[in-house]
């Protein structure tokens, strides 16, 4: 069926690089995205990735798509505390052009 | 242009109660969909539509109705609310064809006592 798994929790210093996994079922996904979601607010899109790309740079934010394991990851260089937030992969289902599936979100906490 | 727009913010129902969650967006868009939030499970797909008259069951659809009759509202119906129904509800609209961006409403806070 199809599933997004990443993990639950991520701890970095502040001004290291977060990265933040995620895996996914569907071999045929058109985009892969990052979604980001703060405290009280709705989901926000950060990125995306088509799928015939294997990497996507937007300034402090870099994603990378191994399509043979089905991997995700998003790096976020020099993370700040207005980093702190819950990330969410998604993948959308091209049976279905509307219905994107997420993964349990990754929430990341900055340490000073 | 307000985007995508959800009424209300908050609502505590008893159980057995029904209940409209309502749903706008004002960008013309032909997908629209309805998440559930639920700690540690991310967003769970109830139902969705890709266009006025046409709808159609997500990952957990049992227990919620909808309906599709013009492009702008999708309206979600809880028709006898249950403790397991206690969630963050999130509409969302979705250009049609191959557009990527999905634009989320600000959600609806459902406590079923």
């Known amino acids: 069926g199809e599933d997004v798994e990443q993990s639950l929790f991520l701890s970095v210093r502040e001004g290291d690089s977060s990265v933040i996994n995620c895996t996914y079922t569907d071999s045929s996904s058109t985009y892969l995205y990052w979604y980001k979601q703060e405290p009280g607010a709705g989901l926000q899109l950060l990125t995306y990735?088509?799928?015939?790309?294997d990497m996507k740079q937007d300034q402090r934010l870099t994603v990378l798509l191994n399509k043979k394991d089905k991997h995700l990851s998003l790096r976020i260089a020099d993370t700040q505390t207005g980093d702190s937030a819950i990330y969410f992969c998604?993948?959308?289902?091209?049976?279905?052009?509307?219905?994107?599936?997420f993964g349990s979100g990754t929430r990341l906490s900055i340490r000073p | 242009n307000a985007g995508v727009t959800q009424t209300p913010k908050f609502q505590v129902l008893k159980t057995g109660q029904s209940m409209t969650l309502q749903c706008a967006q004002d960008m013309n868009h032909e997908y629209m969909s309805w998440y559930r939030q639920d700690p540690g499970m991310g967003l769970r797909l109830i139902h969705y539509?890709?266009?006025?008259?046409?709808?159609d069951q997500g990952e957990v659809p049992n227990g919620y109705n909808v309906s599709r009759s013009t492009t702008e509202d999708f309206p979600l119906r809880l028709l006898s609310a249950a403790p397991s129904q206690t969630s963050v509800y999130f509409c969302?609209?979705?250009?049609?064809?191959?557009?990527?961006?999905?634009?989320f409403g600000p959600g609806t806070r459902l406590t079923v006592t």
């Open positions: 539509s890709v266009g006025a008259g046409i709808t």
């Open positions: 990735i088509f799928s015939n790309m």
């Open positions: 998604a993948e959308s289902i091209t049976s279905s052009a509307s219905k994107i599936i």
């Open positions: 969302a609209a979705k250009e049609g064809g191959t557009s990527y961006e999905q634009y």
